[in-house]
C-alpha cells in the first residue's frame, strides 16, 4: 500500500510540474508575447520593467515600439528620472517619475506630454499636474506621475517634458515662456 501511495505522489508531482512549466511558455491568456516594456530614463538608457508584458504592438493606437524623449523645454530642477509607455486595457499614456533635484519646493509640478508620429510631428498634447496626488515637491522628492491620453491617435514616439510652480512664485509655472514660444510654432 505504502509503495502505491508513493507511485501515486511521484505521478500527481509529476503532472503539477508539468503543468506549471506549460504555464510559463508560449502566449498568456491575454495574448501577451511575454516580452517586457522598455523604460527610457533620464540618462538616455534604457531598462527593462519587470512584470511588465506587451502584445508587439504597444496598442490599438501606438504602433511598432514607442520611444520617448526629454524635451528642451524640460525644467533642469524636475529631472523625469523614468518615463515609459503604457497600455492597460482601454487606457494608454505615458507612467513616470519626477524628482526635484534643486532646493526650492516646488507647490506645484506638470508633465506635458505630445505624441508624435514618425516625422516627430506632434499631434496632440496631454498633461497631468500634482496637485491631485501631492501638496508639495520637496528638494530631493519624487512624484510618481500617470499621464493618459484621450481619443485614438496614431503615433510612434512622444515627447515629454517637466515644469512647475516654485512655492511663493505666484507668477506662473517656471519655464512657461520658453514652452509657449516651442509649441505655438506647432
Known sequence: MSESRR?????????VVGVAVAGCTGNSPDGSDGTTEATTTADGTDTVAENETTTGESSATATGDVSGSVGSESNADLELTEHSYFQDGSNEGV??????????TYSLVVVHVNPENDNA????????????????????ATWDF?????GDIDFTQYT??????????????????AMNETTTAN
Open 95 to 104: 507612467r513616470g517619475t519626477v524628482t526635484n533635484t534643486s532646493d526650492k
Open 146 to 150: 500617470e499621464v493618459v491620453f484621450d
Open 121 to 140: 510631428e506632434t499631434l496632440d498634447r496631454f498633461e497631468v499636474d500634482s496637485s491631485e496626488s501631492i501638496d508639495t515637491l520637496e528638494p530631493d
Open 160 to 177: 515629454i517634458w517637466a515644469t512647475g510652480q516654485t512655492e511663493g512664485n505666484s507668477g506662473g509655472t517656471t519655464n512657461e515662456t
Open 7 to 15: 507511485t501515486f505522489l511521484k505521478t500527481a508531482g509529476a503532472s
